[in-house]
Each structure stands twice: as C-alpha cells, then as structure tokens.
C-alpha cells in the first residue's frame, strides 16, 4: 500500500521549509510529516539532512 504524490521533484519553497521544521520541531514522525506536506518520506528526509534539522525517531 504505497501512496503516490503527484508533485514528482518539485523545488522546496520557503513557506515548506519553514513548515518542515514546525512540524520537526513539534517531534513529529517522518511518516506524519510526510501526509501533512503531501511530499515523500524520501523527500522530507533529505532535505531534513540537507538543513540540519532533526527528525524525530518512532520507538
């Protein structure tokens, strides 16, 4: 059961940047963030290293 995004490569705005460290910083899981910008985990995850900003871990 594999979602797809139909925005495939699109450019991280600033207001989306802005957005994924919100939801980082609210301690978030990767899969959470994921639904709520409607980007890949894939995604999410390399620009979250690309800027530094931590990703919460599920336990």
Do not use: N, V, Y
């Amino acid at each position: 059961m594999t979602e797809r995004f139909e925005r495939h490569r699109q450019p991280w705005t600033p207001e989306e940047l802005d957005k994924l460290r919100l939801l980082a910083g609210k301690g978030m899981a990767l899969k959470a963030i994921s639904k709520a910008m409607t980007r890949s985990e894939e995604s999410i995850k390399a620009r979250a290293k690309l800027d530094s900003i931590g990703i919460a871990k599920l336990r």
